[in-house]
Structure formats: C-alpha cells, structure tokens
Nanobody, 125 residues
Framework: QVQLVESGGGLVQAGGSLRLSCAAS????????MGWFRQASGKEREFVST????????YYADSVKGRFTISRDNAKNTVSLQMNSLKADDTAVYYC??????????????????WGQGTQVTVSS
C-alpha cells in the first residue's frame, strides 16, 4: 500500500511558476512509476507527466511539454512537478499517482494503482 500526499498548489498569475510535490509512504518507492494528472472543473482527468522508477525516463503531455518538468528523489520518497510559464488553461486539481508497473508513455490513468487527494492550482489571467 502506498499513500500519496500532494502539496504546493495555490494561486498564481499567468506566466508564473509553481512547484508541486508529492510525498509517498513505503519503503519501495523507487520501484513505482509516478505520474501527475490533472482535472479541470467540468472536464475529464487528463495525463500531465510521468517518470520511471529510476527517474531515467520521462514523458509529458503535449500541452505542457517545454513548460513542466517532472523529477523524483528516491531517497526522500518524493516526486515533483515544476510548472513554469503557467497559463489559465493549466487551472485544475493536480493529482499524484503511483504505478506498480510503470506504463511508460501510456496516458491511461487505470495503469496507476494509487492516487493522492489532489492539490488545486489556479492560474489567473
């Protein structure tokens, strides 16, 4: 069982930056692929980014490529999402997720086994 707790959300102006963090419980964090998803009000949850257990491979949604960076610190059981050049369209609840078997570039959320409660990101234009 893995418990995930996100932090770092908030209100930021368009063009600004935020850094989200996700703290994971458990002693086998490095064996999990980790992902970030988001859900805007009235919309389906969508894939944002994912990182392999070692941190050596990452994938991004086209909408955030070049602006967001995912990283992980296996010694601290954390995964982060650095978000730069934020846009109003980035406004959403952001969720951290863990996959026992990393799905690589697949954006399907059913590949992820554990989810955090989410953190709100609001970008004002």
């Amino acid at each position: 069982q893995v418990q995930l707790v996100e932090s770092g959300g908030g209100l930021v102006q368009a063009g600004g930056s935020l850094r989200l963090s996700c703290a994971a419980s458990g002693r086998t964090f490095s064996s999990y692929g980790m992902g970030w998803f988001r859900q805007a009000s009235g919309k389906e949850r969508e894939f944002v980014s994912t990182i392999s257990g070692s941190g050596g491979s990452t994938y991004y949604a086209d909408s955030v490529k070049g602006r967001f960076t995912i990283s992980r610190d296996n010694a601290k059981n954390t995964v982060s999402l650095q978000m730069n050049s934020l846009k109003a369209d980035d406004t959403a609840v952001y969720y951290c997720a863990a996959a026992r078997r990393w799905p690589g570039s697949s954006t399907v959320e059913n590949n992820y086994d554990y989810w955090g409660q989410g953190t709100q990101v609001t970008v004002s234009s």
